[in-house]
């Protein structure tokens, strides 16, 4: 009987030792749009970047970023890129392919000079990370 008594209080003491008040989560409220769901936010991934005036290699450049600077997913497109396949064999066949393309208040940026983050934080971490490789 005394056994039984001694491990329902040792049961019961860890049961109630282990209950503690919940620790309320802190968010800055001033920036929204750091947990906005349906904002897009892009991280530099490359040294150099430059913006282009539209989505074409061709474009002219607006301005640049470095590796780590974060904006704000204006917009994205697919566009059309060809590419030429069997150019050793002396016979050129086209082969369509799409790029993602996104857009910024900057100007445009091809998709393999970014990565994607659906919140400003995500982003922030991830740039943080990325600076800290770098050095």
């Not at 056994?3 to 049961?15: D, E, G, P, Q, T």
């Not at 970023?65 to 994205?76: E, N």
Request: proline residues 2%.
């Amino acid at each position: 009987m005394n056994k039984i008594i001694l491990v329902l209080v040792s049961v019961l003491s860890v049961f109630f030792a282990s209950c503690t008040k919940e620790r309320p989560i802190s968010l800055n409220s001033a920036d929204s749009l750091s947990i906005t769901p349906d904002q897009e936010w892009a991280v530099i991934k490359v040294p150099y970047a430059a913006f282009l005036e539209d989505f074409d290699y061709g474009a002219g450049v607006k301005t640049h970023a470095r590796s780590g600077d974060i904006f704000l997913v204006k917009g994205k497109q697919f566009v059309k890129k060809v590419s030429d396949d069997d150019a050793s064999r002396g016979r050129r066949k086209s082969v369509e392919e799409f790029e993602t393309w996104y857009k910024f208040e900057e100007g445009c940026l091809a998709g393999h000079l970014v990565d994607i983050y659906d919140t400003k934080l995500k982003a922030q971490s991830a740039s943080i990370k990325l600076q800290k490789n770098d050095k």
